[in-house]
């Protein structure tokens, strides 16, 4: 049972472009949501988070979007570089001590 | 600073060999700490995490089994390796409702 589903393995954009990455959930005890970034051979690292209580959080040129009554979350990148090229991994935590990932979508940034 | 350490970086083992890896924080105490792991093409699947020593839940029947003989030390084994137990593992621990990530060990079962 995936609880934390991302249904784009991947995804290509135009440098300077935005790039969208959806994520959706079916608990709805989840209260915390994260993305991180991974790059091939070496550990994910943190991104963004948002918080049940907000629809929205900006860092820079990223910004995380939730919409609780569809369960669903987004990362907006803008404008896209060829370095933001890496594996995305949508992530949610809530009432304990796992926190579950989504199986990733892949982003190439076409310079 | 928090760091966190895992090695062997690669490891290639033949099927039925036995398996450890091992995992170390520095720079802060009894932390949450989790094994992912990654196979190729799928996301991250969490297998064992621990919230402290000898405390060890598991999330997957398999043939693995994880164990945490001191606060910082998280170890991953298991007796009898299969061909699907091939991919990327990664350690992590828990800190502000973030995971902290290890660099990860490539395993290959041959």
């Known amino acids: 049972d995936q609880q934390v589903k991302q249904n784009s393995p991947s995804l290509s954009v135009q440098e300077g472009r935005i790039s969208i990455l959806n994520c959706d959930y079916t608990?709805?005890?989840?209260?915390?949501f994260l993305w991180y970034k991974k790059y091939p051979a070496e550990g994910p690292t943190f991104l963004i988070s948002?918080?049940?209580?907000?629809d929205k959080n900006e860092d820079g040129r990223f910004t995380v979007f939730l919409n609780k009554s569809a369960k669903h979350l987004s990362l907006h990148i803008v404008p896209s570089q060829p370095g933001d090229s890496a594996v995305y991994f949508c992530?949610?935590?809530?009432?304990?001590?796992?926190?579950?990932f989504g199986a990733g979508t892949r982003l190439f940034v076409k310079a | 600073s928090q760091t966190i350490h895992q090695w062997p970086a690669t490891l290639v083992q033949p099927v039925g060999s036995p398996l450890s890896l091992e995992c170390t924080v520095e720079?802060?105490?009894?932390?949450?700490l989790y094994w992912y792991r990654q196979a190729a093409g799928r996301g991250l699947q969490l297998l064992f995490y621990?919230?402290?020593?000898?405390?060890i839940s598991s999330e997957v029947p398999q043939n693995l089994s994880a164990s945490r003989p001191q606060d910082r030390q998280f170890i991953l084994s298991s007796k009898k390796l299969l061909l699907s137990d091939s991919g990327f593992y990664l350690c992590?621990?828990?800190?502000?409702?973030?995971?902290?990530f290890g660099p990860g060990t490539r395993l290959t079962v041959t």
């Open positions: 608990n709805s005890m989840f209260d915390y």
């Open positions: 720079g802060t105490s009894n932390p949450n």
């Open positions: 621990s919230v402290g020593i000898g405390q």
């Open positions: 992530a949610a935590a809530g009432g304990g001590f796992k926190t579950i």
């Open positions: 992590a621990w828990r800190g502000g409702g973030r995971q902290y």
């Open positions: 948002i918080s049940s209580i907000k």
